[in-house]
């Protein structure tokens, strides 16, 4: 199975601030590397698929970037909605892994 | 509308089953895998499988093979997962989540279920 390695584990980042979170692979994913939201107690949330796409709704400040093994989602102004946990997962082969998450907080 | 709607909490003694349910509505049922995921308390997402509506064929990750069983009902677009011999690692909450069976991500999510396994 493809290993899903995020970092960091916790972040704490200022409103305004960039954000960056990452998601390293086990071997290469060939860009099927999927972003998610979650905040406490709701079901997970689609940000990004295919390593760079928005998804329907998503705002603008998120955005996504990668190939091969690492990938990176950047919240381009850190707003307070954004406290949540962020998963990855990988969509190239089966069985799909997620990343254990990164939880950001607003400092 | 695209919604997923998931059956109620459940509490459970060792050893019992429990047989989850996922209503989908506003796509074609058929059209889309449904997967589910488990997250037990203040942990991360773990995959437990897929089934495809189509034709009922499913896949399971390894380590749940032996524990959930994943049906489709095309007739009232419900997707199922049984749970059987529950233990204490079982208590989770459950979600179902739908995914394009020609491509694309998991796009949306029921809001999940908890399952508790206690005495």
């Known amino acids: 199975d493809i290993q899903m390695t995020q970092s960091p584990s916790f972040l704490s980042a200022s409103v305004g601030e960039r954000v960056t979170l990452s998601c390293k692979a086990s071997q290469n994913i060939n860009k099927y590397l999927d972003w998610y939201q979650q905040k406490l107690g709701e079901a997970p949330k689609l940000l990004i698929y295919?390593?760079?796409n928005l998804h329907t709704g998503i705002p603008s400040r998120f955005s996504g970037s990668g190939s091969g093994t690492d990938y990176t989602l950047t919240i381009s102004s850190l707003q307070p909605e954004d406290v949540a946990t962020y998963f990855c997962l990988q969509r190239n082969s089966w069985p799909n892994t997620f990343g254990a998450g990164t939880k950001l907080e607003l400092k | 509308e695209v919604q997923l709607q998931q059956s109620g909490p459940e509490l459970q003694r060792p050893g019992a089953s429990v047989k989850l349910s996922c209503k989908a509505s506003g796509y074609t049922f058929t059209e889309y895998y449904m997967y589910w995921v488990k997250q037990r308390p203040k942990q991360g997402l773990e995959l437990i499988g897929r089934?495809?509506?189509?034709?009922?064929?499913?896949d399971y990750v390894e380590k749940f093979k032996n524990k959930a069983t994943l049906t489709a009902d095309t007739s009232s677009n419900t997707a199922y997962m049984q749970l059987s011999s529950l233990t204490s690692e079982d208590t989770a909450t459950y979600f179902c989540?739908?995914?394009?069976?020609?491509?694309?991500?998991?796009?949306?999510w029921g809001q999940g279920v908890m399952v508790t396994v206690s005495s």
């Open positions: 295919n390593t760079n």
């Open positions: 089934i495809d509506p189509e034709d009922g064929s499913t």
């Open positions: 989540a739908r995914r394009g069976t020609t491509s694309g991500p998991i796009d949306y």
